[in-house]
């Protein structure tokens, strides 16, 4: 193992050498233009040259796993605690101005989410993505804590809306700083480690809600101290991952130098790439004509509009069944920790197996059987089967962290990174949006329609996750067809072929570009 000094003086020496035009020169290659490359560049050079050994990367990716997901962790779980506060507050609710306008309210986050998706990612790949981000998360808290300051529908309509922008930039700075950090074989389980937030969440916020429900005093009506203290709580969030979470490894100030230079080195095979300042419109261009793209988008608002309406409606749902606002509360907590479990397993599998879209398909056939037990038990005494039903129809949610795991996995370049992600997040919101309606006052208590629509659009959702595996498949062979004819034609050796597969890596090239990316299917 090199120990930092080195690793430093190896690196002067990569930085000073022209092994780069040497190659060229010797295998006839066209010159890789690096001028654009990443940031990563600066550190360890076009080659590597500084080996580090299997324990001491072990030793790095528990360091970082201490670090990266517990506060990425900690964002979600404010995050989506903080989204669903309205399905809590409107439980313990004395404002008649938001019952009387609760889808209204419910769309509003949504609005401002899908409103400044793009300018945020655009101005995060400007910034330091972990100070934005944690710049984000103060904001929000405020406003979060704002909402108790009105009983306005106007004013509480724009709050939403705010905290909607505000909260747009989570995901992609997230799934953004894991796809830098870790392999493509590690990083669905750490994007499942933060996701689990999503159901634990719906544990913490109906017990949270539960208590305040009780109390009885008259400075402040309940729903107001659910938002004031979610909101402190994510200015703390906030402080935090202002101080903590590092930005990408080339200016990671947790680690050394030495250690730095090891976690590029740890990533640089899978292609991926890290971070980028400069925005490319020819990546955008592609991310725009990669059919993938849609198919993606597609499968993100097949299972966002479920979401937008299970998130909002689940403990309305629950109370049909002939409960109190208040049984509701404690009943709705069990359906978060199978959703949890759920995604733990789909992050697991993900990573052990090298798939993608497999684990999306075990997640959506328990909500498609759940949804198909409401519908058809409709109106019935039996309030166990139908609190079953209620439990195993949020494990589609696991879809999504897979969604996220298969962009970080399946893209390269930066701007086309930060698109797609966009898309996939503007594409989120536009689905939840739809989802907030589908449940109308009119179909009450049964909302036999809302139900039916979860279970097609997540039938549609199957065959659209098989398509994608497919295609990926079908790359990954022609890919494989092309490096081997490009290989014969250049007469490169194997030791050939890797030297090329190091220049490649962080050149800042599409997946499309590089010859040597493989998908992840």
Same mark, same amino acid.
Request: proline content about 3%; hydrophobic content about 45%; aromatic content about 12%.
């Given at each position: ?12 020496? +990569? ?34 040259? +500084? ?53 209204? +309210? ?44 009105? !009983? ?94 590092? !930005? ?21 095979? !899978? ?18 004509? !990669? ?5 993606? +988008? ?224």
């Amino acid at each position: 193992m090199s120990s930092e000094t080195s690793a430093a003086k190896n690196l002067d020496e +990569v930085e000073k050498s022209s092994q780069l035009e040497t190659y060229d020169e010797k295998l006839g290659l066209d010159s890789i233009d690096t001028s654009d490359g990443d940031a990563a560049l600066q550190l360890v050079g076009a080659q590597a040259t +500084v080996h580090f050994s299997e324990e001491y990367n072990r030793k790095l990716r528990r360091k970082l796993d201490f670090v990266i997901p517990t506060i990425s962790a900690a964002v979600y779980f404010s995050q989506y605690l903080d989204k669903t506060s309205l399905n809590y507050a409107r439980r313990v609710l004395f404002a008649a101005m938001l019952v009387d306008n609760y889808n209204l +309210v419910s769309m509003a986050f949504y609005l401002g989410y899908l409103f400044w998706e793009f300018p945020t990612v655009y101005i995060s790949q400007k910034l330091r993505l972990a100070k934005y981000l944690g710049g984000n998360i103060v904001v929000w808290g405020i406003i979060l804590m704002l909402h108790a300051s009105t !009983d306005n529908f106007g004013a509480f309509f724009a709050l939403r809306f705010l905290l909607g922008m505000c909260e747009s930039c989570v995901a992609p700075c997230l799934i953004l700083i894991i796809s830098m950090f870790y392999k493509k074989d590690e990083q669905a389980k750490r994007i499942s480690w933060f996701y689990i937030m999503n159901g634990l969440t719906q544990v913490f916020g109906g017990f949270v809600a539960y208590g305040i429900s009780f109390y009885g005093g008259k400075a402040l009506p309940p729903y107001k101290i659910i938002y004031i203290l979610l909101g402190a709580l994510a200015v703390v969030v906030g402080i935090v991952v202002l101080i903590w979470l590092p !930005d990408s490894p080339v200016n990671a100030s947790m680690l050394t130098r030495e250690e730095r230079i090891a976690a590029l080195e740890r990533v640089r095979n !899978d292609q991926g790439g890290t971070e980028n300042k400069k925005f490319k419109k020819d990546q955008v261009i592609e991310a725009l004509t !990669d059919v993938r793209t849609w198919l993606v +988008v597609l499968s993100t608002i097949l299972t966002s509009i479920p979401n937008g309406a299970l998130s909002n409606f689940s403990n309305i749902i629950i109370k049909s069944f002939g409960y109190t606002s208040k049984q509701t509360l404690i009943l709705g907590t069990p359906a978060g920790f199978i959703g949890s479990a759920m995604v733990l397993f789909c992050g697991w599998y993900s990573d052990k197996k090298g798939e993608r879209m497999i684990p999306i398909v075990f997640a959506l056939i328990p909500t498609i059987v759940g949804a198909a037990i409401l519908i058809g038990l409709n109106g019935s005494s039996n309030k166990g089967v139908l609190l079953f039903a209620t439990y195993i129809i949020g494990t589609f949610g696991s879809a999504l962290s897979t969604i996220y795991a298969y962009n970080a996995s399946n893209t390269s370049g930066h701007t086309k990174k930060v698109t797609i992600n966009a898309m996939t997040m503007a594409t989120f919101s536009i689905g939840n949006i739809i989802g907030t309606e589908i449940f109308q006052p009119k179909d009450a208590p049964a909302y036999i329609p809302g139900k039916t629509a979860i279970m097609v659009l997540l039938i549609v959702q199957l065959g659209v996750s098989f398509l994608l595996r497919y295609i990926n498949i079908r790359l990954n062979r022609n890919r494989k067809i092309q490096l081997a004819e490009e290989k014969a034609r250049r007469g490169w050796t194997d030791e050939d072929v890797q030297r090329e597969r190091e220049r490649h890596a962080f050149a800042d090239l599409t997946d499309r570009q590089n010859l040597f990316f493989i998908y992840t299917c």
